[in-house]
């Protein structure tokens, strides 16, 4: 038997929880908030960390850990996706349940926040041990979700296979079917039209917002061509931008005169990463974040852009498909270089909006066409969007300063109107 404990001395996800309590302090700040409302909104209301067997296909059993948090529920139930990844620990879960927190809050959907994850390497797991492992996990955490109280979705390393899996598991556990206990579903349980490139239509909205010039040639780089990225570089192609290079874990791709985007989707899907795409020259990891570009959108981790290389930046627009990918540092760095950053919890709002529009849809027994579903999406990234942009010119503030200023306010708000019980 083997057990798969990450080890607590390195604690990947620390860093992550360091830079979300670190915004929540500034914004916490400048709205006034008194010491016990700070105290309460800087620690996770519930945080279950649960030991999940998994039968191997040789019949060995290996333990993982799995963890659910959820930040706050003053607004609603909670929701937020779940991760399977290897550095996956209860601190960067806790930091990503905060910011589902901010943004549910930011974009004003009813919902507190929430994040899962398993610290596992899902690429190791054969799809039989992936759906054990799943259910598994799900059976542990069974207490917390359900529709009126935490609703999970996918994040890193999950999809909508994943999402079934729960979704069955909770609905055998229940004895009748409940599409709403989990978002993010595939259309046959009650998926929603355009949750799948929701997180990347949001991406595009906020890009093209924040632009402040017409598309048309812009150049852009991605960093994370997988779910978020890949369809982010292809609506921003389709607007009329120049996506000169693209990245994932098997390498970066550059050309000067722009990437035929649904070309490199078409080689990804056949080779399994950008790597060794023949139009196009290899670059470093490093290199693209150093190009001369208008736009850069990380979109794979948190934490991968630093103090230090953050200096040698050149884009004048960041726009953060991924949930924390700026340190703090950087971010001081960045914003007196003059980058203009949009900032996760806005910019990467489109997967939670459609979670909610397919959470609302599921529990009115109810489905609504493509264009509704993108109608009321563009409405709620561009309403926020621009609340953020005139608090941040009013108070000068940056964008993310202004973001949390509005979301941990209303949650401030709420905590205030309903009371402490007892
Ligand atoms: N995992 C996504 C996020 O970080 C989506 C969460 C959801 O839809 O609940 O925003």
Redesign the pocket.
């Known amino acids: 038997m083997t057990i798969m404990v990450p080890s607590t001395a390195t604690a990947p996800g620390r860093q992550a929880l360091d830079s979300a309590l670190h915004q929540l302090g500034q914004a916490a700040e400048h709205l006034g908030l008194d010491d016990g409302l700070r105290t309460m909104l800087a620690t996770p209301r519930r945080s279950l960390t649960v030991s999940v067997p998994v039968r191997r296909e040789d019949g060995r059993m290996d333990v993982v850990q799995g963890f659910r948090v959820q930040h706050n529920v003053s607004r609603g139930p909670a929701?937020?996706?779940i991760r399977f990844h290897p550095s996956t620990d209860i601190h960067e879960v806790t930091a990503?349940a905060m910011w589902?927190t901010w943004?549910c809050a930011l974009v004003g959907i009813p919902y507190g926040g929430a994040k899962g994850g398993v610290s596992v390497d899902p690429t190791e797991l054969t799809t039989r041990e992936l759906e054990r492992l799943t259910r598994r996990y799900v059976n542990e955490i069974l207490p917390l979700i359900g529709p009126e109280k935490d609703?999970p979705?996918?994040?890193v390393g999950t999809d909508e296979q994943t999402m079934a899996w729960i979704m069955d598991t909770y609905s055998v556990n229940t004895g009748y079917s409940v599409p709403g206990v989990v978002?993010?579903k595939p259309m046959t349980l009650g998926g929603s039209l355009g949750r799948a490139g929701s997180?990347s239509r949001g991406v595009q909205i906020a890009a093209l917002a924040a632009l402040g010039r017409s598309p048309e040639g812009a150049r852009v780089a991605v960093q994370g061509f997988g779910k978020v990225g890949a369809l982010a570089a292809q609506y921003l192609a389709d607007a009329g931008c120049r996506v000169v290079a693209v990245s994932d874990i098997s390498g970066a791709i550059y050309s000067a005169s722009g990437l035929d985007v649904s070309d490199v989707r078409a080689w990804v899907a056949e080779s399994g990463g950008v790597y060794g795409y023949r139009h196009a020259d290899a670059l470093s990891h490093d290199e693209l974040f150093e190009l001369d570009v208008d736009v850069l959108v990380p979109a794979a981790l948190e934490g991968v852009i630093t103090a230090e290389n953050a200096p040698r930046i050149k884009a004048r627009l960041i726009v953060e498909g991924a949930?924390g990918p700026t340190t703090p540092e950087a971010d001081e760095i960045l914003a007196a270089n003059g980058t203009v950053i949009v900032p996760d919890i806005l910019a990467?709002?489109g997967?939670?909006i459609v979670?909610y529009l397919e959470w609302v849809q599921n529990m009115q027994a109810y489905s609504w066409s493509a264009a509704e579903v993108e109608m009321k999406l563009r409405d709620l990234m561009e309403g926020a969007y621009g609340e953020v942009r005139s608090l941040a010119t009013d108070r000068a503030l940056t964008l993310r300063q202004a973001a949390h200023v509005i979301g941990v306010g209303r949650v401030a708000e709420a905590h205030q109107m309903r009371g402490l019980y007892p």
């Open positions: 929701k937020g996706g990503l589902m943004k609703i979705a996918p994040d978002t993010g997180t949930n990467n709002a997967g939670v979670s």
